[in-house]
């Protein structure tokens, strides 16, 4: 039996894949924050690993756009430990 893994769409590019090859962002007081286990209740947006969607959460703040919510610091450092991760 296959086991069918939920999908989740990156909002940059808008391609689909499993969870856990996309990094959840959640809204915490108003600022998008990273969720790292994936758990965190409220609503999420999700994004790739490619590079031009890392790019374009940074410099368009797609996130922000996103969630409708701000988008600060800490989408910054957790894309900037994505980028890292990649090279
Ligand atoms: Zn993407």
């Known amino acids: 039996m296959i086991k069918r893994q939920p999908l989740r769409m990156c909002v940059c590019c808008r391609e689909r894949d499993e969870q856990r090859n996309l990094m959840r962002f959640v809204v915490s007081d108003g600022e998008v924050v990273p969720d790292p286990t994936g758990r965190a209740p409220g609503r999420g947006a999700y994004v790739c690993g490619k590079p031009e969607c890392l790019e374009a959460v940074l410099k368009k703040r ?19 430990a994505l980028q890292q991760a990649k090279e």
Request: glycine share 16%.
């Open 62 to 80: 797609r996130l922000g756009q996103a969630l409708k919510a701000g988008q600060g610091e800490a989408v910054e450092k957790a894309i900037a």
